[in-house]
């Protein structure tokens, strides 16, 4: 498992975050999700072997928010 903290473009509100937070637990692969909206920025902790970085981008951003992948 691999711990990592991204920072997230477009959240306005606590529930924005929620729902961040909420794609990231629902994939395959991450074990943890917890988006700050204080900070905006989400730490997560995945699987390398079975999510990347890229696909957990791609999973915020149908919620309409963006994961920033360095």
């Known amino acids: ?4 903290t991204f920072p997230v473009e ?3 509100c606590a529930n924005c975050a929620k729902h961040t937070e909420n794609a ?10 917890v988006c700050n909206f204080e900070k905006l920025e ?3 902790t995945y699987d390398p072997a079975r999510v990347t ?3 957990m981008a791609e ?9 920033v992948v360095k």
């Open 59 to 67: 999973a915020v951003e149908k919620e309409g928010y963006k994961l």
């Open 53 to 55: 970085p890229n696909e």
């Open 1 to 4: 498992m691999k711990t990592e």
């Open 42 to 44: 989400a730490q997560v």
């Open 24 to 33: 990231l637990k629902n994939m395959e692969g991450v074990e943890n999700a």
């Open 10 to 12: 477009g959240l306005m």
